[in-house]
């Protein structure tokens, strides 16, 4: 049964760096791309990047300019940064596996982390 | 905006059937999963591909996709089955993100 754990700093000032990170624990590291997702209070979903075993990355195109997701094997752990954050980055972070189909079929984030709720504000 | 459009909020009678629905160009091309969350828990996926539940999911949730609608459905809803369902789905112009809809609640009156 993998499951995610993730860690970081909860509150931030404006134009600081956001730093998270996701341990895996009890599965393959290899093989998927592993994501984080954020939920601003009250509000929906929205992808932030993906990095699979190898550090190929992906991210989402808003917030592009800002975010770093590396990855080390060695401990089978990722993470997230992001740069000069705002209060329009108070969120609910996830981390999550991306399961992804060359065809896009049977394409799925499972499982979660268990979130971080990382205000900013002065 | 969201790619994916989800009605804001759908409601069902204890033992009833209700669907909830997602539409999108990408669904054309690419199934959507389902995410259920409850207050203050992380997501959990319900529903993958064509209709796929993962193991612990009971089998009143399913999944169809039609066009550019995809949708859950729960057959018999339990109170427990009240939570805010997201669909997910590759975004439309073939780069490969992934975007989700607004989001649904379901109220299990």
């Known amino acids: 049964q993998v499951q995610l754990q993730q860690w970081g700093a909860g509150l931030l000032k404006p134009s600081e760096t956001l730093s998270l990170t996701c341990a895996v624990y009890?599965?393959?590291?290899?093989?998927?791309?592993w994501s984080w997702i954020r939920q601003p209070p009250g509000k929906g979903l929205e992808w932030t990047g993906e990095?699979?075993?190898?550090?190929?990355?992906k991210y989402n195109p808003s917030l592009k300019s800002r975010v770093t997701i590396s990855v080390d094997t060695s401990k089978n752990q990722f993470s997230l940064k992001l740069s000069s954050v705002t209060a329009a980055d108070t969120a609910v972070y996830y981390c999550?596996?991306?399961?992804?189909?060359?065809?896009?079929?049977?394409?799925?984030?499972?499982?979660w982390g268990q979130g971080t709720l990382v205000s900013v504000s002065s | 905006s969201s790619e994916l459009t989800q009605d804001p909020a759908v409601s069902v009678a204890l033992g009833q059937t209700v669907r909830i629905t997602c539409q999108g160009d990408?669904?054309?091309?690419?199934?959507a999963s389902w995410y259920q969350q409850k207050p203050g828990q992380a997501p959990l996926l319900v529903i993958y591909?064509?209709?796929n539940r993962p193991s612990g999911i009971p089998d009143r949730f399913s999944g169809s996709s039609s066009g550019n609608t995809a949708s859950l459905t729960i057959t018999g809803a339990q109170a427990e089955d009240e939570a805010d369902y997201y669909c997910?789905?590759?975004?439309?112009?073939?780069?490969?993100?992934?975007?989700f809809g607004g989001g649904t609640k379901l109220t299990v009156l």
């Open positions: 990408s669904l054309r091309s690419y199934y």
């Open positions: 997910n789905s590759r975004d439309s112009s073939g780069n490969h993100y992934w975007v």
């Open positions: 999550a596996r991306l399961s992804r189909s060359i065809f896009g079929v049977d394409d799925r984030f499972d499982p």
């Open positions: 009890g599965g393959s590291f290899s093989g998927y791309y």
């Open positions: 990095i699979n075993h190898s550090g190929s990355t």
């Open positions: 591909g064509k209709n």
